[in-house]
């Protein structure tokens, strides 16, 4: 499963004023939708409803012009225990076009974050804060915390007290939820957040998913190969070595935005775009196949990759224009992810030479 990006239109619908008790005891915080039916907040804003059988209201201020009102209960979780996070069951379903999903993306110092909320000073219109993680709290770090996440924060406002529930966003994903603020002189100096590890048993135990992180590339650009990635044992390197082609530098780098593209597509799963990256996968093989027929080279494959590539560079804009916005040198690395499935090569008994080349190696081919 794959998660996408929140949108501001999405964040703001989807969390709520919480109000748990009446008049000026009650305790006011924020909680967000995670579907029709589900909210999560933070524990501690609904004590009063287990110690004082107070009820408890969410108010959505964004969805219509006038505030929808649900009144809620938390899900029994006696079975896994304490959690510093409640999920609470409306009496009366939301319908959104999209409600916030958890991803299992791994937060690192300094990312940057956001959230939105209603702090009690800005109860009426709501407040989005943002700025850095300032750690991670591990375990074996001495002091007892219920949270795992300190934020740093630049907001002019003296205190968050009310934001606790608050959906944690980091680079655009769901990845904890807001629990309280560290006061010094009256003033928030810091927040702090729970992170997924923390409650993934609360999620898990109330069918609430945790999406996986896909790396999200943008399809038209051109990325360098990371240094850390090595080709040196791939199949596709093996053919051309085979071939007698060992300047390949450039073919490395167009197998690896290929395999960045084709990821890419296939974590989407949207047909479509599936389907067009299947035509021009056969097309590119088709284009090798006329070229290979005739090509009679059983040693060197120079001069047989030099013509392929010529005619994928003449026909990218017409025959193999797609509908995906890939780059020619994405579409030069499809030939080389297809050499790596051995669907193509670069003499004429491409796999006889490919054994031979790994024997003479002292490797196997199998």
Known sequence: MTYMNLIDNTLEKAVARLICGEGTKAEKATAFLVSSNKAVTARHAIEDYYNQSKEIYLEFLNIDTEPVVRKATPYDISPIGSSPVSVLELEEEIILDTYLEFSDYQIEKDDKYETYGYPVVKWNVGERTNSYISRRIEREMTGFYDWDIDLKHDSKIETFRGLSGSPLIVNGRLVGVILAESVANGKAISLGAVSIEKITSLL??????????????????????????????????????????????????EFFNADIAKSSIESRGFRPELKSLSNLRFSIKSIWKTE?????????????????????????????????????IVKKGILHQLSDECKVGWVKNYKKRLNEFMEAKGQSND
Not at 294 to 322: F, H, R
């Open 292 to 328: 290979h027929r005739n090509y009679k080279e059983e040693v060197d494959g120079n001069e047989l990759l030099k013509i392929v590539y010529k005619t994928v560079e003449q026909l990218s804009e017409t025959t193999l224009k797609s509908d995906l916005p890939l780059s020619l």
């Open 204 to 253: 898990q135990h109330l069918d609430i998913p945790i999406y996986t992180f896909t790396e999200e590339y943008e399809l038209d650009e051109i990325y360098e190969l990371d240094e850390g990635s090595d080709y040196s044992d791939a199949v596709f390197v093996a053919k051309l070595e085979s071939a007698s082609i060992y300047d390949h530098e450039d073919c490395q780098e």
